[in-house]
Structure formats: C-alpha cells, structure tokens
C-alpha cells in the first residue's frame, strides 16, 4: 500500500502567506521595461526634414511622409517596432520608447504636423554707389596705362593685344583708353608708375629690377 502524505502543501502555503506576491500591480502601478524592449516609435516633428527615408525603409508601409503638407504619420496597428526607421532617420529625430499605446477598438493613423519654417531675413539694402565716373566705384575694373584692374581684384595687360582687340576689350570694360602722351607721339619713351613704354609699343617693368638698375635704366631713356 503506498504511503501516504497529509497536509503535504502546508510548508507552501505557510511560506506563501508570509513573503510578497509574484505577480506585478499593474496598472496600478507603472511597470518597468527591460532594457531595450520594443514599445513604439516617437518623433520630434520640429527636427523632421520630411526626407521619407523612414517611410522607404519601413518594411510595412505603416510611416506616410507628405513633404508638402509638411505632415507625418503612422499606423500604429502595422508597425512591427522593428527600428529601421530609426537607424535611417537622418536627423536622428525617431526614438523606440519602450512601453505601449493604449488599446482602441479603431485602426487609424496617428499624424504630426511640422511647422513651417521662419521665413528668411530681407537682405539689407547695399550702400548707395559712387558716382558713374568714378575710377573707385565698386564692381567697375579701372585702366591705369596699359594695366586693367578688374573688380575682383584681378589685372590684364593690355600692351600683349592689338590695338583693335586692346579697344575691343576697353569698350566690353566700359572703359575708355587714355590719349596717347606727346612724349610717345614725338618717338619717346614714357613712365608710367613702374611700367617703361618704349617708342616701339612695348613695356618694361621696373619693379623687378634693383634699385640701381632702374636708375641707369631710366638715365639711358631721358625719363630722369
């Protein structure tokens, strides 16, 4: 005959009545995610630049992105919760929130809407221009001998040109060409800050030579 146990669940029971219940008091009480649970996905409508890339990569179409409308919306009941819209976001303004949305009896979308951006400052009105004539005015190239500089700070010589294309160029400028000094006309040479015209048409500069040079330089052209 087998042996048998009386009040075998005593020792279970008594234990039972005197430590804390297993189950949780939810929800009365907020329950504690572990770490990395998969609840839903969160935006920070403001930081969204409305790429669509969260909607492309969205395995099962629950993310629309309407780049007009400056909206963004999710279907709640297709999201798997997967991330991957997260990790595309490339404004990083997708979180997965650990925890659950509240039950409803209907499936619907949950849409935000972007503000629209500031609109941009009026450019501050530029200072009124020099007069027409003016050699300094701004955004006009200057003409000084043969030297064009222009007004991005750049220079041309003109002394390399015909004296068509040289004029070609003077009228394209918006310049006119100085008259020919009577020194040149009588077969001299002539200075022209650090720039020598020979009777022949061409140049020297003189900045490249020492300082002894040049005054024998211009000894020999009758120019000191």
């Given at each position: 005959?087998?042996?048998?146990?009386?009040?075998?669940?005593?020792?279970?029971?008594?234990?039972?009545?005197?430590?804390?219940?297993?189950?949780?008091?939810?929800?009365?009480?907020?329950?504690?995610?572990?770490?990395?649970?998969?609840?839903?996905?969160?935006?920070?409508?403001?930081?969204?630049?409305?790429?669509?890339m969260c909607a492309r990569s969205c395995p099962t179409g629950a993310i629309t992105v309407d780049r007009k409308e400056l909206t963004w919306a999710i279907n709640r009941f297709?999201?798997?919760?997967?991330?991957?819209?997260?990790?595309?976001?490339?404004?990083?303004?997708?979180?997965?929130?650990?925890?659950?949305?509240?039950?409803?009896?209907?499936?619907?979308?949950?849409?935000?809407?972007?503000?629209?951006?500031?609109?941009?400052?009026?450019?501050?009105?530029?200072?009124?221009?020099?007069?027409?004539?003016?050699?300094?005015?701004?955004?006009?190239?200057?003409?000084?001998?043969?030297?064009?500089?222009?007004?991005?700070?750049?220079?041309?010589?003109?002394?390399?040109?015909?004296?068509?294309?040289?004029?070609?160029?003077?009228?394209?400028?918006?310049?006119?060409?100085?008259?020919?000094?009577?020194?040149?006309?009588?077969?001299?040479?002539?200075?022209?800050?650090?720039?020598?015209?020979?009777?022949?048409?061409?140049?020297?500069?003189?900045?490249?030579?020492?300082?002894?040079?040049?005054?024998?330089?211009?000894?020999?052209?009758?120019?000191?």
């Open positions: 005959m087998p042996k048998t146990r009386i009040m075998a669940f005593t020792w279970s029971t008594l234990k039972n009545l005197f430590s804390k219940p297993a189950t949780k008091n939810y929800p009365a009480e907020p329950i504690k995610y572990p770490e990395r649970s998969r609840g839903h996905i969160e935006i920070d409508i403001e930081d969204c630049i409305s790429c669509s297709d999201c798997l919760a997967c991330g991957y819209c997260v990790i595309k976001c490339p404004k990083k303004c997708l979180h997965l929130v650990p925890g659950y949305q509240t039950p409803e009896g209907e499936k619907k979308e949950v849409s935000f809407k972007r503000p629209a951006p500031a609109p941009k400052p009026a450019a501050a009105p530029s200072a009124a221009p020099k007069a027409a004539g003016s050699a300094s005015a701004p955004g006009k190239a200057t003409l000084n001998g043969d030297i064009v500089t222009m007004a991005n700070g750049k220079t041309m010589d003109l002394s390399k040109f015909p004296a068509e294309k040289k004029a070609e160029i003077l009228k394209k400028l918006g310049l006119d060409a100085a008259p020919a000094p009577k020194a040149e006309a009588e077969g001299k040479a002539t200075l022209e800050g650090d720039i020598v015209r020979l009777p022949n048409g061409k140049t020297m500069d003189l900045s490249k030579l020492p300082e002894a040079n040049r005054e024998k330089v211009l000894q020999k052209l009758g120019l000191k």
